[in-house]
């Protein structure tokens, strides 16, 4: 559980997978104004599937590096594109794989 403000800098190395499951509390985890996203971890075969789903809950993902196999996307400053997502004090992540 993580209870806040908000977060300048979400960092996720974890597998495509997870980072999808996890997806939807991004909002709430970052600063409304001026919070940055990085999402490593992800094969570069899986980096589209990502930035589609990251597009699908309103986020624009770009692609910011690659090294060999691994990719990394950039989530841009602010909150995503849908304005209406709330910001609860307090979440909790229930992903099991």
């Known amino acids: 559980m ?3 403000s908000g977060a300048d800098v979400l960092l996720c190395n974890i597998l495509a997978p997870v980072i999808m499951e996890l997806a939807t509390d991004f909002a709430q985890l970052l600063k409304p104004a001026g919070g940055r996203g990085w ?4 094969l570069r075969s899986q980096a589209d599937a990502v930035q589609e ?3 699908g809950l309103g ?4 692609l910011a590096a ?5 990719a990394l996307l950039g989530l841009p400053l602010g909150l995503p594109l849908k304005s209406s997502l709330g910001r609860p004090a307090a979440i909790s992540s229930t992903y099991q794989p």
């Not at 690659?66 to 691994?70: I, N, P």
């Open 2 to 4: 993580w209870v806040g």
């Open 39 to 42: 999402l490593s971890g992800l």
């Open 53 to 55: 789903h990251r597009a």
């Open 59 to 62: 986020w624009r993902a770009a």
């Open 66 to 70: 690659t090294q060999q196999d691994w």
